[in-house]
């Protein structure tokens, strides 16, 4: 906790340093999430008021304005995901948003399949700003609010479960750039009341893109699954704060090629008994080629170490990978990489194992003034999400959009994640498994230039062979639907000279 306390006070110095100096960054405008957080596109596509334009283009053309770096490709070698992007100018501006929705949700605690349809409003607010000077940009995205169930959960078998609750996300970025050095630092952090991949709070602020985890106005750099912390699994209602600090250097050797090296620290923490606290330390460092304007090759070392609650408890992982990328910006990127990793499992009696691991990460992605799509897989070892001290995931994601009219947007996504436990809990045990399924929709509406409404729906099932628990309640099956109406208000975007 103490060392939570110190990362978020180094986030509120870094915001008033960089509101004192002036000194703001360029980062490519994508959500997140990801990796198997929170579920996210995010790239500076459309405005808030639902027009289909581009930012840039709603708010006009100045004589001042600054030529962004967004749309060139960020290194393969990195922390960012690679995706189509955008072009034209970016501005200085600042967002903000409210909401309120309505949720109808069958199983708000995960263990209760049965217990009838509950209930649930929630209020949320975002505020987005960006600064934007000639060789440096500075990105800020909060989003947060309160939820309220109208009868009272089951409290009995579930001693943290309360009917009502709050949600919080920072992020925090900045870039400098000289004409061959780019050095970026940032934080990002989430209180959530459950596992990001179950967590429907957040869905009304990114009905117009204008949130954290948005489709439109430039957020936070969308981050690799390598750092931020692994919540793949399913927990139920188990209070939780997570929080990846990172910096980055990047270092052009020639008009070709470019050396990245970058570190982070990260921290997995539950309010309540029965889970597995996590850190961890990434360090990498990559050389990338440029093959053609569109085409990118790069090869990477990284060294993944983490530490658990309990003594003698930790994952060393390390090994190298070699990565393709094209991009056309604004319309599509594609990505591919294999990584021969080795694990080396340390045992709470002592000693330790080593194994050898296969990871990948492929993505592709389709945008057009109507259409987007995206499909991705990811195979990956990571922290275990406060149930396993160590996990191998597989995780696939998949997304359609299209702009059924200048101010109706239709969307669905499906998602699949499986997870096991690195080793054995005995020579008798299988590995623990846990399999996560999720599909679902949105349909959204805007209303003139300042309210939109939305609506969406969508289905969660988990099965194991071990069981989930909570408290006295325990289970092998997580079946959970839920559907909401909502409306925002928001500005366009407010430019700042």
């Known amino acids: 906790m103490l060392l939570l306390r110190k990362g978020w006070l180094l986030v509120a110095m870094l915001c008033v340093w960089s509101t004192r100096t002036g000194i703001f960054w360029a980062a490519e405008g994508n959500a997140q999430p990801a990796g198997p957080s929170t579920p996210s596109a995010g790239s500076l596509s459309a405005a808030a008021s639902g027009s289909g334009q581009p930012a840039s283009e709603q708010m006009g053309t100045s004589g001042d304005q600054t030529a962004s770096t967004a749309g060139r490709m960020a290194p393969l070698s990195g922390a960012q995901v690679l995706t189509p992007g955008f072009g034209g100018a970016v501005y200085s501006y600042i967002l903000p948003a409210f909401g309120y929705t309505g949720y109808g949700d069958t199983n708000p605690s995960g263990y209760h399949s049965n217990a009838g349809i509950a209930a649930q409003s929630t209020y949320n607010g975002s505020l987005t700003l960006q600064l934007v000077q000639k060789h440096s940009q500075f990105n800020l995205g909060y989003a947060g609010g309160a939820f309220f169930y109208s009868q009272q959960l089951s409290t009995a078998t579930l001693p943290n479960t309360t009917p009502f609750g709050t949600f919080h996300q920072l992020g925090v970025f900045e870039q400098v750039s000289t004409r061959r050095w780019k050095w970026m630092l940032g934080d990002q952090g989430m209180y959530l009341p459950e596992t990001p991949i179950g967590f429907s709070g957040f869905g009304g602020l990114t009905s117009f893109g204008g949130g954290m985890g948005g489709s439109a106005l430039a957020n936070v750099p969308g981050l690799g699954s390598a750092f931020s912390p692994n919540q793949s699994i399913l927990t139920g209602p188990a209070r939780r704060l997570n929080n990846s600090a990172l910096t980055e250097i990047e270092y052009d050797a020639s008009g070709r090629s470019s050396l990245t090296a970058t570190a982070s620290y990260g921290t997995l923490q539950f309010l309540g008994p029965g889970y597995i606290n996590s850190r961890y330390w990434t360090f990498m460092a ?22 658990y609650s309990g003594p003698n408890q930790a994952l060393l992982n390390r090994g190298f990978s070699i990565l393709y990328g094209h991009q056309i910006t604004g319309r599509l990127s594609l990505q591919v990489s294999v990584s021969p990793l080795v694990n080396q499992i340390a045992h709470r ?31 990956m070892t990571q922290g275990g999400s406060g149930v396993l001290l160590g996990a191998e995931t597989d995780w696939t994601q998949g997304s359609i959009g299209r702009q059924l009219s200048r101010k109706v947007r239709a969307s669905l996504q499906v998602s699949h994640a499986y997870v096991q436990s690195l080793e054995q809990a005995s020579r008798a045990a299988r590995r623990s498994e846990y399999e996560y399924w999720q599909a679902g929709f949105s349909l959204n509406r805007e209303f003139g230039r300042h309210i939109s409404m939305y609506a969406n729906y969508f289905f969660q099932r988990q099965v194991s062979n071990t069981p989930v628990c909570n408290g006295t309640s325990c289970t092998n099956l997580i079946l959970r639907q839920v559907a909401g109406i909502g409306i925002n208000w928001h500005t366009l975007p407010i430019k700042i000279d």
């Open 286 to 307: 990559g050389y990338n080629h440029r093959l053609t304007q569109h085409d990118e090759l790069a090869v990477t070392y990284a060294h993944y170490y983490y530490t």
């Open 349 to 379: 009696l002592g000693g330790a194992s080593t194994k050898t691991f296969i990871g990948t990460y492929d993505s592709l992605q389709y945008r057009t003034p109507k259409w987007d799509a995206m499909v991705s897989f990811e195979r």
